[in-house]
């Protein structure tokens, strides 16, 4: 039998891909096609996304896939959540988006918690508090200058969709994490549409990962010589990461480790008890309706920050074996820390917030490293024995997979703090886990995420990390 191609595209805070995913009976097989810097810039007053840049890059990527797999069938398409743009009715982007470290919602959360207490909004949509959750960052928007002109909110990976094929809808798992969709029903909530005044007709309709959305516009189809579908995937790229943690069996742990670290488990029902809102764990709607029980932990941006702060680029691979050598103990930070969220001067803000704790401060870049990693690991730790004991899951291996899953040091440190073993790998989940969603819906994948994730643990490459 031929294999079968599908196209991933797959954009992160960090970076975006675009991947060939050739899917045989046993196996996926993934290649890079096109690979592109993507970062928040800061443009009248706010942090931004460029959308025209990222448009263009996903075109150069379709026609890289063109080139080298003519017979790609379909495309899927993830980003990172939250963040959204808007459109005027004939459908024109009406600026870049605003991204979600921008500062402008800090006026909004106290506005917003005092129209819905955080114990109502938990009821409803079962999330975590995030200072930047789309509802928050919508009551912003409502004092811009835009918000008379917008006749759609489409969040990223729609609007990526919505240029590629003219069709607007939006999906599932990335609906979850606007904080405007009901936990139990899976659709917008109109309690809290009402609560916010926002009218319920901005909102495309909610369709599920496996739809066809739509096929490439014919003046695409012809420039970049691709007729290719658009088929809806886990458009939340850490829902697409889960589909692509290589684990059969249910007692396991996943951290989705990149900009974020996302931690926790998966689960068939929300936990929306007290103590869950207490230790603000999220329930984001992961792919088959499965929940994602978990908490963002700061993750790899914190050593992005000091890499950037440094003029360090590429993967450090030196320094992260200096600091993975370096003794523990010589300090933590809280990585959840509101403070770590926005960009700028991060070693100096690391310093300062073990100088409060009273700890040393680091005298090296190593050190500044170690302490990341040490404190991540600790996260890491804390957040899945909360999520076991708050779920009643239980964890007996944990799943690292992203791009955090090639650092070593911090693999080592987590199976230590952990106390369990570690499976690091794959380092693309996320594509997988697009390509694979996009791969049953043409029939070219097994039926279950179970299934799925059974081919993954046979097909790719991963290793393994002992507790002691
Ligand atoms: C990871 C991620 C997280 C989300 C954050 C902001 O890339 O999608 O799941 O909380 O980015 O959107």
């Given at each position: 039998i031929n294999p079968r191609v599908f196209g991933a595209i797959d954009i992160g805070a960090s970076g975006g891909r675009v991947m060939a995913g050739i899917v045989d009976a046993r196996r996926v097989e993934l290649v890079a096609v096109h690979r592109f810097a993507n970062g928040a810039v800061r443009r009248d007053g706010h942090l931004r996304w460029e959308l025209g840049r990222l448009l263009t890059?996903?075109?150069?990527?379709?026609?890289?896939?063109?080139?080298?797999?003519?017979?790609?069938?379909?495309?899927?398409?993830?980003?990172?959540?939250?963040?959204?743009?808007?459109?005027?009715?004939?459908?024109?982007?009406?600026?870049?988006?605003?991204?979600?470290?921008?500062?402008?919602?800090a006026t909004a959360v106290p506005r917003v918690d005092a129209a819905v207490d955080r114990a109502r909004q938990y009821a409803i949509n079962g999330l975590q508090h995030l200072p930047f959750t789309t509802l928050y960052q919508l009551d912003a928007e409502r004092d811009g200058p835009l918000w008379d002109r917008a006749a759609h909110i489409v969040l990223l990976p729609d609007l990526i969709a919505h240029h590629l094929t003219g069709a607007l809808s939006t999906e599932a798992t990335n609906a979850s994490t606007t904080g405007l969709v009901d936990v139990r029903t899976g659709d917008w909530s109109g309690e809290l549409l009402a609560a916010l005044g926002i009218d319920p007709g901005l909102l495309p309709a909610i369709e599920q990962p496996g739809t066809v959305r739509g096929r490439?516009?014919?003046?695409?189809?012809?420039?970049?010589?691709?007729?290719?579908?658009?088929?809806?995937?886990?458009?939340?790229?850490?829902?697409?990461?889960?589909?692509?943690?290589?684990?059969?069996?249910?007692?396991?742990?996943?951290?989705?480790?990149?900009?974020?670290?996302?931690?926790?488990?998966?689960?068939?029902?929300?936990?929306?008890?007290?103590?869950?809102?207490?230790?603000n764990f999220t329930n984001e709607r992961g792919v088959d309706d499965r929940i994602r029980y978990l908490r963002n932990v700061g993750g790899l941006w914190l050593l992005q920050e000091c890499l950037r702060a440094w003029g360090v680029s590429g993967t450090p691979a030196a320094l992260l074996a200096e600091a993975g050598a370096l003794p523990t103990g010589g300090g933590?930070?809280?990585v959840d820390d509101a403070e770590f969220i926005a960009p700028g001067e991060m070693p100096e803000r690391i310093a300062a917030a073990l100088r409060r704790d009273g700890w040393p401060e680091p005298r090296t870049r190593a050190e500044t490293v170690r302490v990341i990693l040490d404190s991540l690991a600790g996260a890491y730790a804390r957040t899945i024995e909360q999520a076991s004991a708050l779920s009643g899951r239980r964890v007996a291996t944990v799943h690292?997979?992203?791009?955090?899953?090639?650092?070593?040091?911090?693999?080592?440190?987590?199976?230590?703090?952990?106390g369990r073993e570690v499976v690091a790998g794959p380092t693309e989940a996320t594509a997988l886990g697009n390509v694979l969603v996009q791969a049953r819906a043409h029939g070219a994948a097994p039926a279950t995420l179970e299934e799925m994730r059974a081919g993954l643990a046979a097909g790719q490459q991963l290793r393994r990390y002992a507790p002691a």
């Open positions: 890059e996903v075109e150069r990527g379709l026609a890289a896939l063109a080139r080298d797999f003519p017979q790609t069938e379909s495309i899927g398409i993830d980003t990172w959540a939250v963040d959204y743009g808007l459109l005027d009715a004939a459908g024109r982007p009406l600026a870049d988006p605003i991204a979600y470290r921008d500062e402008r919602t490439l516009r014919p003046e695409l189809a012809r420039r970049l010589g691709l007729d290719a579908a658009v088929t809806t995937v886990g458009s939340h790229d850490t829902a697409s990461a889960v589909v692509g943690v290589p684990a059969a069996d249910r007692d396991i742990a996943f951290v989705s480790s990149g900009t974020w670290s996302l931690v926790g488990v998966e689960l068939d029902a929300p936990v929306l008890d007290e103590a869950s809102r207490a230790a933590v930070i809280d690292v997979v992203g791009g955090g899953a090639q650092n070593e040091a911090l693999c080592r440190l987590t199976a230590a703090a952990t």
